[in-house]
């Protein structure tokens, strides 16, 4: 047997790897740079206090579904369903969070870094749109890795790297703030053309993952919008009464979506058939 598709394989994934890093990394490159070390500290804080929840949760994920993906690669109906199963997990855990960390973004930085990091409250906010994008991106990585086409992997991050990074250096005429509103500009705007790219040859289409992310989404804004105007009408007090009604406000949102899903299959129904498949 021949180990050249492995070898190609590992090469692409390795590739890809290289260029994904220091795409990821060309922000602080360039706040560093151009705004000095100051503005890098307030931009590094607020990015990695965003995010550092979303790999908590994406990097388990992905040594769960990976291997049972894999194994569905010669059944593509049993794998779309498993996939959008799976999708609807990560982001039922995800997006909560996003919302959460958007309805109490001061309190967030405050409580947790300090007054001395206020300036990062700003750059926080405009990472929001990007933290949504991310709590998603790790389901397309298990396509490309579960079937074996790293190689497409590799090309697609050839066109988006650069245009994410010129996104970047446009956004950083605004200062370090421009710089994290054009990183989301830039992911928003390339999502469905890299969903359309990384689906082609499945029986997974576009329509179906939005579809989910709408569901997930609309739960979420329900729930951080009503805590933002409550903050607005009340004050900045009761911090924890806040809290509580995002919860209340996110699972009674769920519940609404799950009733009326004209599928029959809302957001909670997946959580246990994902369990399920685990523990068998």
């Known amino acids: 047997m021949s180990v050249r598709p492995y070898i190609r394989y590992g090469l692409n994934l390795a590739g890809f790897n290289v260029l994904n890093y220091f795409s990821r990394n060309a922000d602080n490159v360039l706040v560093g740079w151009r705004f000095g070390g100051a503005a890098l500290g307030y931009y590094s804080k607020a990015y990695s206090l965003l995010m550092l929840p979303l790999s908590q949760i994406n990097s388990p994920m992905t040594k769960i579904m990976l291997p049972a993906l894999s194994r569905l690669q010669d059944d593509p109906q049993a794998y779309k369903i498993v996939y959008l199963k799976s999708v609807t997990v990560v982001l039922a855990l995800g997006f909560p969070i996003v919302g959460w960390l958007m309805a109490l973004n001061e309190e967030v930085i405050l409580l947790i870094l300090g007054n001395q990091w206020i300036g990062s409250i700003a750059i926080y906010k405009a990472l929001m749109p990007a933290a949504f994008v991310s709590a ?9 890795l579960s079937l074996g086409t790293t190689d497409r992997q590799l090309k697609w991050t050839l066109f988006a790297a650069p245009l994410n990074v010129l996104a970047m250096w446009i956004g950083s005429r605004w200062g370090a703030v421009g710089v994290a509103y054009g990183i989301s500009v830039a992911f928003v705007l390339l999502r469905w053309p890299y969903y359309s790219y990384t689906f082609r040859g499945t029986l997974i289409r576009c329509s179906d993952v939005f579809r989910v992310v709408f569901r997930a989404l609309f739960s979420v804004l329900c729930a951080a919008f009503l805590v933002l105007l409550f903050k607005s009408v009340i ?17 009674i949102s769920l519940l609404f979506v799950d009733v009326c899903s004209f599928r029959g299959e809302g957001l909670v129904k997946p959580l246990g058939d ?7």
Do not use: P
């Open 274 to 280: 994902v369990w399920y498949r685990i523990r068998n």
């Open 235 to 251: 004050g900045g007090e009761l911090l924890i009464f806040r809290v509580c009604l995002y919860t209340v406000v996110y699972v």
């Open 136 to 144: 998603l991106n790790v389901t397309t990585g298990w396509v490309y």
